[in-house]
Nanobody, 111 residues
Framework: QVQLVESGGGLVQAGGSLRLSCAAS????????MGWYRQAPGKQRELVAA???????NYADSVKGRFTISRDNAKKMVYLQMNSLKPEDTAVYYC?????WGKGTLVTVSS
């Protein structure tokens, strides 16, 4: 069973950057696709970025060119580098692996 713990959220001004981290425990991490999702107040949770075990990535159109997902299988970590942040990126960001969710980390972007 994989367990996930996110960190790195916080308050940042528009145009700034943050790097989110997701620490995973479990023996099958390296074979799992991983994803970052977000949920803004009053909105549905949405996929932000995903990465396969082989490193292939895909992104929501709203973050393409600004966010980068990466993983370190040896450390069982997944990262989300977020640049050129906008107020509309404000949300709780969750890490996901198969059916397992982390508890989330809050990102607030001020205008």
């Amino acid at each position: 069973q994989v367990q996930l713990v996110e960190s790195g959220g916080g308050l940042v001004q528009a145009g700034g950057s943050l790097r989110l981290s997701c620490a995973a425990s479990g023996s099958i991490f390296s074979t799992n696709a991983m994803g970052w999702y977000r949920q803004a107040p009053g909105k549905q949770r949405e996929l932000v970025a995903a990465i396969t075990s082989g490193g292939s990535t895909n992104y929501a159109d709203s973050v393409k060119g600004r966010f980068t997902i990466s993983r370190d299988n040896a450390k069982k970590m997944v990262y989300l580098q977020m640049n050129s942040l906008k107020p509309e990126d404000t949300a709780v960001y969750y890490c996901k692996s198969t059916t397992v969710w982390g508890k989330g980390t809050l990102v607030t972007v001020s205008s």
